[in-house]
C-alpha cells in the first residue's frame, strides 16, 4: 500500500458522458485512491442552441460507446452523494460540474485550448472546421498548468477522432494519481496552450459534411513519407546535439537513384568491424519500402545497397542493438500485428526472424534498458505520430507488461521515437519527432525525468529543425547513435543543390545505386 491517501471527489454536471464515468473507474482501480462520492451540480439554466447552432449539437449527440451522454444515476448508484467535499484532497469536475466555493484543495477539470464550454467534445469543431490540430488537456485549476494533454491531428471522421482523443484522456486522472502518489513533494505540469475560439460549425458546412460523408467512401490513411530523404554520417557523438553550438557537419551519402529516397538509418558493426546501415528504402512517395543496408566508406563511394527485408509489408524503421555480441532489430509488422526481435545472421545478407515482443501493430519500435528493466515503445493508430505507448520486462526478449497508464503520451508534436534513446552525464535522453509540419519534420531530445511501470514524465531539452546550409537541410527524422558517430536522415532542400550535399566529395565518386 502506498504511505500516502489520495481522498477525491467527483462533481459532475448535466454534461457528463460515458467516458468521464470509465474516468472515475480507472481512478478506482488506482492503489491508495480513495473516492469519497460525488456532488451533483445544479441543471443550469441556460439558452437552448439558435437556428444555425442546432446541426452541429444534434450531429455531437449521435455519439456512442465513450461518446454517449451519461445518466446521473450512473454516479449515484455507483458512489456516494456528498454535501460537501471538505474531506477531499482533490476534486474532479466532469460534465459541466462545479467545485463548492469553500473548497481550498486541488481542482481537476478538462479544458479544450480556446476555453469553450465542456458541451463541445474535443476534436469536433477542429475536424469540420478543416484546422489542422486539436488540442484537448486535463489542468488544474487552481495553478492554471496542464497536467496531461492530448495535441492530435484534425484528420479523419469527427467523431472517430473524438472517441479516440476521449478514449486517451479517461486514463489522465489515474496517470496524474499514481504519479502524485508516488513522488508526493514533485511539481507537475507545464504551461497549458491557448487558442482562438474555434467556431461552431454553421448548418451550410455540417449539410456539406453530411452529404460527403454519406455518398464518399473513407480513404485508408497509410503509413507513407513523402520527400526527398537521404541518410549521412555526422563525425560526433549524439550528445552533442544537445549543445546548440555543437557541430552540425553532416558527410550525406550520394545521392539515392532517381526517384529514391533513403531515411531511418540505424547502424551495428558486422564480424569485419565494419559500419554497416540499415535504414528504409521506399519511393519518394513513401511506397515500396524495404529494409536495405549500405556501408558508408571514408571517400564517400558507395557500393549498391542489399535488401535485407522485404515482407511486403511496408517495412520501416529498422531499430538495431547488440545483446550478448550479436546484432538484433527490433521489426513490427503492422499486417501480422506483431513485433519481433530479429537477428543478423554471421552472413550479413537478411534479418531472420526471432522471437515475438508484443502483438501489437506498433509503429517506430524502439528498445532500451533503463534501472534494470528493458523497456519497447513505439506509437500505435489512430495517431501514429502523436499515440506512444510502452511496455516494459526484465529481459529484452520478454514477457513484456504494458505500461500502467496505457498510452503515456499523446502529442503530435513529441511523441513518436526518431531514433536511439542515449544515456548523457547519468540523464536518459530520448529522440522524438515532430510530425506538427508534415513538409518540415524536426526531432525534438526529450529528457525523461521519471520512467518506471506506473509513472512517466518527460520534458524538451533541445529541438534539431535539421542540419541547414546542406543539401539535405529542410527537415529531419530519426538521429541514431553509433559510437563516436550519429547517423541521421534528412529532408532534400528546395534551395540548396543536392550537388553542394558534400562541398569535399570527391570528383571520383562513382553514381550510385540506392
Not at 233 to 243: A, E, G, K, R
Not at 319 to 325: D, K, M, N, P, S
Not at 393 to 402: F, N
Request: net charge neutral; with cysteine; aromatic share 8%.
Amino acid at each position: 500500500m502506498p504511505d500516502r491517501l489520495l481522498r477525491l471527489a467527483i462533481a459532475y454536471g448535466p454534461h457528463a458522458r460515458a467516458w468521464e464515468l470509465e474516468c472515475v473507474q480507472h481512478l478506482g482501480e488506482v492503489e491508495g485512491v480513495r473516492i469519497l462520492g460525488c456532488l451533483r451540480a445544479p441543471s443550469p439554466t441556460q439558452e437552448k442552441p439558435g437556428l444555425l447552432d442546432r446541426p452541429f449539437f444534434r450531429y455531437q449527440s449521435t455519439g456512442n460507446g465513450l461518446l454517449a451522454a451519461s445518466k446521473p444515476t450512473d454516479f449515484d448508484t455507483a458512489w456516494p452523494r456528498l454535501q460537501d467535499a471538505g474531506d477531499a484532497d482533490v476534486i474532479l469536475l466532469l460534465g459541466g460540474g462545479k467545485p463548492p466555493d469553500a473548497f481550498h484543495g486541488l481542482v481537476w477539470a478538462f479544458r479544450h485550448a480556446d476555453d469553450s464550454p465542456h458541451v463541445f467534445l474535443p476534436g469536433i469543431r477542429e475536424a469540420l472546421n478543416k484546422e489542422a490540430m486539436a488540442y484537448f488537456e486535463l489542468c488544474e485549476m487552481v495553478s492554471g498548468m496542464a497536467l496531461e494533454r492530448c495535441f492530435v491531428p484534425a484528420q479523419g471522421d469527427p467523431l472517430e477522432l473524438a472517441a479516440a482523443m476521449v478514449g486517451i484522456a479517461a486514463k489522465w486522472p489515474a496517470a496524474v494519481a499514481r504519479a502524485m502518489l508516488a513522488n508526493p513533494g514533485a511539481a507537475r505540469g507545464e504551461p497549458p496552450e491557448r487558442w482562438p475560439a474555434a467556431p461552431t460549425p454553421g448548418p451550410l458546412r455540417m449539410l456539406r459534411f453530411q452529404i460527403k460523408r454519406r455518398f464518399m467512401q473513407p480513404v485508408p490513411v497509410e503509413e507513407r513519407v513523402h520527400g526527398a530523404f537521404n541518410i549521412g554520417v555526422l563525425h560526433q557523438p549524439i550528445h552533442v546535439l544537445l549543445n546548440e553550438e555543437g557541430s552540425r557537419n553532416v558527410r550525406w551519402l550520394p545521392t539515392p537513384s532517381k526517384g529514391k529516397v533513403r531515411l531511418e538509418p540505424f547502424g551495428y558493426h558486422g564480424g569485419d568491424g565494419e559500419l554497416n546501415v540499415l535504414f528504409r528504402k521506399a519511393d519518394e512517395d513513401g511506397g515500396s519500402a524495404l529494409i536495405a543496408r549500405v556501408r558508408p566508406k571514408p571517400d564517400n563511394i558507395l557500393k549498391r545497397s542489399r535488401v535485407m527485408l522485404d515482407e511486403g509489408h511496408g517495412a520501416a524503421y529498422p531499430f538495431a542493438l547488440t545483446l550478448g555480441g550479436e546484432t538484433r532489430v527490433v521489426i513490427s509488422n503492422r499486417r501480422e500485428r506483431t513485433v519481433r526481435l530479429d537477428h543478423v545472421p554471421p552472413l550479413n545478407d537478411a534479418l531472420l526472424p526471432g522471437p515475438m515482443l508484443v502483438r501489437e501493430a506498433l509503429y517506430a519500435p524502439t528498445l532500451f534498458q533503463h534501472e534494470g528493466r528493458w523497456w519497447l515503445m513505439g506509437t500505435l493508430d489512430p495517431l501514429p505520430d502523436a499515440l506512444l505507448m510502452a511496455w516494459h520486462a526484465p529481459h529484452p526478449e520478454g514477457p513484456y507488461t504494458a505500461h500502467a497508464n496505457g498510452a503515456i503520451k499523446c502529442d503530435l508534436r513529441s511523441s513518436r521515437p526518431a531514433g536511439t534513446p542515449f544515456v548523457h552525464e547519468g540523464q536518459l535522453y530520448r529522440p522524438a519527432l515532430d510530425a506538427s509540419r508534415a513538409n518540415r519534420p524536426a526531432v525534438v531530445i526529450q529528457r525523461i525525468l521519471q520512467l518506471s511501470p506506473d509513472v512517466f514524465c518527460e520534458e524538451t531539452a533541445r529541438r534539431l529543425d535539421g542540419f541547414s546550409a546542406s543539401a539535405y537541410g529542410h527537415g529531419v527524422r530519426t538521429i541514431s547513435a553509433m559510437g563516436d558517430i550519429t547517423l541521421v536522415d534528412g529532408l532534400c532542400s528546395p534551395v540548396v543543390s543536392a550537388q553542394r550535399a558534400n562541398a569535399s566529395r570527391s570528383k571520383r565518386a562513382k553514381p550510385s545505386a540506392s
